[in-house]
């Protein structure tokens, strides 16, 4: 079982950046390819990125691409989110969770991850 906690949500101007951590218990930490997805009011969650679990593939959802970075530290058990050039549109709480183990490449569904954080709230003011 994998337990996850999101922090380094807040409010930014746009074009501004924020830095989300996801801290995760448990030993196999390592062995969860992980994403970022992110629900914005009266939307469906949508995904963000996900990283697989040696940190060398990554996956984007187009609209952040060129602006946000997904990045991991297996011996910090945690995964990061940097997100640059904030617009008013990305402007949702942001959740990471933990894909399923064994899947073959990163998802964007999110129903093949099977562990989720809390969320954090990011706003980002025009």
């Known amino acids: 079982q994998v337990q996850l906690v999101e922090s380094g949500g807040g409010l930014v101007q746009a074009g501004g950046s924020l830095r989300l951590s996801c801290a995760a218990s448990?030993?196999?930490?390592?062995?969860?390819?992980m994403g970022w997805f992110r629900r914005a009011p009266g939307k469906e969650r949508e995904f963000v990125a996900a990283?697989?679990?040696?940190?060398?593939?990554?996956v984007y959802k187009e609209s952040v691409k060129g602006r946000f970075t997904i990045s991991r530290d297996n011996a910090k058990n945690t995964v990061y989110l940097q997100m640059n050039r904030l617009k008013p549109e990305d402007t949702a709480v942001y959740s990471c969770?933990?894909?399923?183990?064994?899947?073959?490449?990163?998802?964007?569904?999110?129903?093949?991850?099977?562990?989720w954080g809390q969320g954090t709230q990011v706003t980002v003011s025009s």
């Open positions: 448990g030993r196999t930490f390592s062995s969860y390819p």
């Open positions: 990283i697989s679990w040696s940190g060398g593939s990554t």
């Open positions: 969770a933990a894909e399923r183990p064994g899947i073959p490449y990163l998802s964007a569904n999110a129903g093949l991850y099977d562990y």
